[in-house]
């Protein structure tokens, strides 16, 4: 028998009686909609709905936009590569990301403690993913992290980027500050408090892709178990499987989302809101037996078998002070999370990651000398990366390669990682 899924395990909260009505019109269904979602997220750190704004066929553009994006060459792809940016904006190359259980003491210890069959798969290096960065919602008229609002990269020869972009990438966030808004009333917040937060933040529309043709193997994996570092991730439907997110109680689950709905999933950044009443979600990408069946599947339909994610991470704004909200400013263990500028935490978060490198950051006599080192990387020939995918703390690499028998010995370079680069 098949183990469960997302869908077996996780409610679907329909958002649709609230679409458009202010929160003194809720009744008292509504009410109960809001204490579910903060119940859930509380519970499991992830989240499933159904937002009657986001229509399907968005998605499938969308996915076809993409699809065509990465299967050009390589070298195609590089030149919307913006490494001296923390690649907070364009491509970032397969084996540029590393995965947080890479470089994460304290990681590895709660990875070792999980048991099969809720272990993740282990990566040997840098993720396997390419991903492309396209910033969604306006940005702040003033910030003192420009690399995070960064002003976006159109690649050439797609007519119907910018359009098409923005409109899913939109959406997404649209859901998501409908789902601030009621967690927000079901933890009992301020009115408008969490999306407050989120207002002029450095939200992404996020796709990583994956080449199945060179990766399309049993355990390959495509994007390491890690938390995301921003406040909440959207998913869409993907047309690989392969994605699997673990509960609050410790289960991996396969993440199979119902049509017409979503699958959100708690960042870093929301864990610091509220002192770990709602703690950050991990989630992996492998290659596992359905996924090679879906490849079959395109490969005889003449369909590209690119692996291509549909998400949204949804920020807090960079000059904002990350702190315990309301109630949760006196919960036991709020000391944990001190108040920081949500930019630093990211900058903090992408530096372990390897997405951000102090070098990007230098003064500016420091920084005029190595300018002419600043060409974007070769993807077989680059070390560190950044993503949205990691986690704040210890990102020391003090613990690489220590009791995971080597895990770590492919960082530095992706070409000893067995990273497949994209041409086809
Ligand atoms: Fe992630």
């Known amino acids: 028998m098949a183990s469960a899924d997302s869908a077996d395990c996780l409610p679907v909260f329909d958002l649709t009686s609230v679409v458009g ?18 119940e859930c997220l509380h519970k499991t750190g992830c989240l499933i709905v159904r937002d009657p704004r986001v229509p399907n066929y968005m998605n499938e553009h969308f996915l076809d936009l993409l699809e065509r994006y990465f299967e050009q060459p390589a070298d195609r792809k590089m030149a919307d590569c913006r490494p001296a940016l923390d690649y907070q904006v364009g491509v970032t190359p397969c084996g540029t990301e590393v995965p947080r259980c890479l470089v994460d003491p304290q990681l590895q210890d709660q990875l070792r403690r999980l048991q099969p069959p809720n272990r993740p798969t282990l990566p040997t290096g840098a993720d396997l993913k390419w991903r492309y960065f396209w910033r969604v919602g306006p940005r702040p008229p003033a910030t003192a992290f420009p690399e995070l609002n960064a002003e976006p990269v159109v690649p050439t020869g797609f007519p119907d980027w910018a359009p098409t972009m923005d409109a899913w990438g939109s959406a997404l966030l649209g859901a998501a500050q409908a ?24 939200h992404l529309l996020a796709p990583t892709a994956s080449d199945l043709d060179c990766n399309g193997r049993l355990g390959a994996v495509l994007a390491g178990y890690h938390y995301d570092l921003n406040l909440l991730t959207v998913h869409g439907r993907s047309r ?17 989302i119902p049509e017409g709905c979503l699958l959100m999933q708690a960042g870093k950044q929301l864990e610091w809101l509220t002192a ?3 703690m950050a979600g991990f989630h992996e990408v492998v290659v596992v037996e359905p996924t090679l069946a879906a490849v079959e599947r395109a ?21 904002t002070l990350l702190a315990p909200l309301g109630p949760f400013a006196t919960a036991p263990g709020a000391a944990a999370y001190p108040p920081t500028r949500a930019g630093e935490q990211v900058q903090r978060e992408l530096e372990a990651i390897c997405l951000r490198k102090q070098e990007n950051h230098a003064p500016p006599s420091a920084a ?6 600043t060409a974007a990387p070769s993807p077989s020939a680059k070390g560190g990366s950044m993503s949205n995918s990691g986690s704040a703390g210890s990102g020391s ?28």
Request: one cysteine or more; proline letters at 4%; glycine letters at 18%.
């Open 21 to 38: 009505k202010a929160p003194d019109e809720y009744d008292a269904q509504d009410e109960e909609l809001c204490r579910g979602i903060a």
């Open 179 to 202: 789902v601030a808004g009621l967690l927000g009333r079901g933890l009992g917040l301020p009115e408008r408090q969490l999306q407050d937060v989120m207002s002029h933040g450095p």
């Open 240 to 256: 690989f499987p392969g994605l699997f997110v673990w509960l609050r109680d410790g289960r991996r689950v396969p993440v199979r």
């Open 276 to 278: 770990g009443h709602i």
């Open 299 to 319: 490969r005889a339909a003449g369909r590209s078998t690119w692996r291509i994610s549909s998400t949204v991470f949804t920020h807090a704004a960079s000059d």
């Open 368 to 373: 005029a000398a190595a300018a002419s080192g």
């Open 397 to 424: 690499s003090s613990g690489l390669g220590s009791g995971l028998g080597g895990v770590a010995a492919g960082l530095g370079g992706s070409s000893a990682t067995g990273v497949a680069i994209g041409g086809r």
